[in-house]
């Protein structure tokens, strides 16, 4: 990892030993141990492995998956560095986005007709995980518009893997998407004009966290994402923003009114957090909660 060092206490003289980085011995090595923890690691539902585009396009596509918020997701990986990682990718991406019935197939039957009906055409995600990428793999990625996070990777000692976001691009993802003909902040508008100013700052907010924050339109909320959904926020209602978080509830001292545990109940968006917001103040409030939610996404 860049600049990273991870150390090991033990009860030694020394006091600490350096724990080295180190490549995986194949590819293949990344993509087992990625894809048996992909939703933990990249918020993302495995779908497939090494799936083929068919002998006219004479491909094999490393990953296939469905992230938080619907978006069709491809993974590439590369044990070292690799100049060609991203171009491969895209050329995946554009054969998946003219096969579309046949994506909308596998996710029917790997998480059921629910899912393949809520798949989000208009943002769909290559993640390019390797050993390392160079500056014209980051300048790369910004000259194209679709959404690519490319993830540079370690593993440490036995058990330990670290995975860093070197860049990210959001593509066409950040396009308000439209609701019966208006977006969702008009109708937020024709409901409470101070909500939608509220809506504005908690927009600001989090997007103002770091680098390589993502917003995803869907219909029933607005994410916030890096690798993975950090933040969603709904349509405001006539007297309070309802925003979700990735923060473990046992982790905060609820308030009643504004924070919320709906870890088990069902709701828009993804997170157990539920944060209540009012005023200007509540925003302010919860500042700590969404730097807890970003640094854990």
């Known amino acids: 990892m860049s600049g990273l060092k991870l ?24 993509q087992r141990l ?40 491809i993974v590439e990986y590369k044990r070292g560095v690799d100049a060609g990682v991203i171009n491969q990718g895209l050329f995946y991406l554009a054969w998946l986005m003219d096969h579309r019935a046949e994506f909308e197939h596998l996710v029917r039957d790997r998480l059921g007709v629910t899912a393949a009906s809520q798949v989000l055409w208009s943002g769909p995600r290559l993640i390019c995980i390797a050993g ?25 000692g036995s058990d330990l893997l670290g995975l860093e976001t070197v860049a990210s691009v959001s593509g066409g993802m950040q396009m308000a998407r439209r609701v019966r003909g208006r ?3 008009r109708v937020a508008d024709a409901q409470h004009a101070s909500m939608v100013e509220l809506a504005g700052a908690v927009d600001e907010a989090l997007l103002g966290l770091g680098d390589g924050v993502h ?27 309802l925003v979700y978080l990735k923060v473990d509830p046992k982790d905060v001292h609820l308030v009643p009114g504004f924070t919320r545990d709906v870890s088990g109940l069902g ?25 807890a939610s970003y640094a854990a996404a």
């Open 132 to 156: 390392d990428f160079t500056r014209y793999d980051v300048h790369a990625v910004r000259e194209h518009r679709r959404s690519i996070d490319l993830v540079r990777y370690r593993l440490f």
């Open 34 to 73: 990625v894809e048996a923890h992909m939703e933990t690691l990249l918020g993302v539902r495995f779908l497939a492995s090494e799936y083929s585009t068919g002998p006219v396009h004479g491909g094999r596509i490393d990953s296939l998956g469905l992230d938080e918020n619907g978006s069709p997701v």
């Open 183 to 185: 977006t969702v902040a």
């Open 215 to 241: 917003r995803v339109e869907r219909k029933q909320y607005r994410a916030y994402q890096r690798l993975r959904n950090f933040a969603c926020l709904c349509p405001p209602q006539r007297s309070k923003l």
């Open 7 to 30: 150390f090991r206490t033990v009860t030694t003289n020394s006091g600490m030993t350096e724990v080295m980085p180190r490549l995986a011995e194949i590819e293949a090595d990344v």
């Open 267 to 291: 709701h828009h968006g993804t997170g157990d957090l539920e944060v209540q917001l009012r005023t200007a103040r509540d925003v302010e409030r919860a500042q700590d909660l969404f730097r």
